[in-house]
Each structure stands twice: as C-alpha cells, then as structure tokens.
C-alpha cells in the first residue's frame, strides 16, 4: 500500500443559524484594547439601533478597553461585581484585537421563611 492510499483530508463544519438580532449584539460587547471597533462607535452604534438601553463602562485591564452592558444587567447586578467577573471569564478568550459579544442570563432564586399562626 502507498502511502498516498493512507492519506485524507476532512472537514467538520456547524453551522448555527439564528435571526438576526437589532442591535447586533446581546447582554455584553466586550471590547479589546486593539480592536476594530473603539468603545465609542459601539456605543454610538448601540445607541442608534436601541437608544437607552446599553451604558459603555471602560475597564483598567491589560486586554479589555471597555464593555458595553445591557442596562438591564446593569440594574440587576453590581457594577463591580459584573466588571470583575468579565474581567476574569474573557481573560483566556479575548485578544486585544478582539471584540467579544456575550449573552448573560441572570436567575434570581428567593427563599424566605415565615412564621404561621
């Protein structure tokens, strides 16, 4: 047998598909320091598509310029709390050049006793 008889090439492609969504990004835009697209244009883009609805906060980290947050999120978490969980999660995953858009699902779970009669 040759070896060109052993030899193959594949590929493995997903492929996701989802409605385009306006603006296009979800709970977070979490911006590098290098990256394309500055803090502001997003912001300003954000604003255009959904006025009000997102607050950039820049960060002093070595990668990250700023993100961008849904204020929604903003409302239900604390500020500094959320900025150093981004901080620590996108660490490994972003490049200074990179823009990263995040989803965050926030649960609430309440659980009180009370007294009966």
């Known amino acids: ?5 052993l030899y193959s090439r594949k590929a493995t492609l997903d492929l996701k598909i989802s409605e ?6 979800l709970d977070l835009l979490i911006i590098g320091r290098k990256a ?9 883009m954000a604003e255009a598509l ?7 906060v820049r960060l002093d980290h070595p990668k990250i310029e700023a993100v961008l947050v849904r204020n929604s999120v903003l409302r ?3 500020h500094d709390l959320l900025t150093n969980i981004i901080s620590e999660e996108a660490e490994n ?7 990263l858009r995040a989803e965050l699902k926030v649960t609430v779970s ?6 009966l009669r």
């Open 110 to 115: 309440v659980r009180r006793e009370v007294n």
């Open 93 to 99: 995953l972003l490049l200074e050049t990179m823009v």
């Open 50 to 56: 959904s006025p009000e609805q997102f607050t950039l």
């Open 1 to 5: 047998m040759s070896d060109r008889n």
């Open 20 to 25: 385009f969504e306006v603006p296009p990004m």
């Open 36 to 44: 394309p697209i500055g803090p502001e244009a997003a912001r300003r």
């Open 76 to 78: 239900m978490l604390e």
